[in-house]
């Protein structure tokens, strides 16, 4: 199967940054979208970022400007630069990557979440 494995979250005060990394692992043929979604608590779990393959970046508005997401393909990676942090950015945040696996079958894999708190 396919494995994604998040790492770079924490704690940062306003205005600080971030940078979250999302690495694709397993029986992978090719990727043609990878994402950054977060979920706060009490609210639904919302896109942030997606990157998909011979596109340009899609951004939430709230992210627009402050967040950029970039993939590297030799390493079936993703990444999310988050500058300019808000309290408001506080949540959870997966990663999202729609795999074409060796046997030619796509699915949707999510990693486990990685918790970002913006608090001074």
Known sequence: QVQLVESGGGLVQPGGS???????SGSIFSINHMGWYRQAPG??????????TG???NYADSVKGRF???????KNAVYLQMNSLKPEDTAV???????????RSTYNF???GTQVTVSS
């Open 93 to 103: 945040y997966y990663c999202n990557a729609y795999v074409v696996t060796t046997a």
């Open 43 to 52: 609210k639904q779990r919302e896109l942030v970022a997606a990157i998909s």
């Open 18 to 24: 971030l940078r979250l990394s999302c690495a694709a």
């Open 110 to 112: 999510w990693g486990q």
């Open 68 to 74: 950029t997401i970039s993939r590297d393909n030799t």
């Open 55 to 57: 596109a340009s970046p």
